[in-house]
């Protein structure tokens, strides 16, 4: 059995098979909750803490630091990081 080994496009969920669109939404999601458990995790926080900063139940804290990703819309994840302080932008890329 031969195995090769193909290069990244970058996008894990286009290398999946994911139709470019849903893969492009899919990546933000998921830089986006990394980042917020980052946010979560550099300032020490309690899921209780965290849940006050973000202005959500403990319970949605639980669900994004265990990377609950389907609980979650692009939306969402945008409001929690605003409220955590963090700059979104969307960029585009020929």
């Given at each position: 059995m ?17 139709p ?23 300032k ?9 900063i ?41």
């Open positions: 031969s195995e090769s080994i193909v290069d990244s496009s970058g996008n894990i969920f286009s290398d999946l098979g994911y470019p669109e849903e893969a492009a939404i899919l990546q933000m999601r998921a830089d986006l909750m990394a980042d917020l458990r980052k946010f979560i995790k550099t020490k926080l309690t899921q209780a803490k965290a849940a006050e973000l202005g959500v139940s403990q319970s949605r804290v639980s669900d994004l630091t265990r990377g609950k990703w389907e609980k979650f819309s692009l939306e969402m994840l945008i409001i929690l990081a605003t409220k955590a302080g963090m700059h979104v932008t969307l960029k585009t890329a020929a």
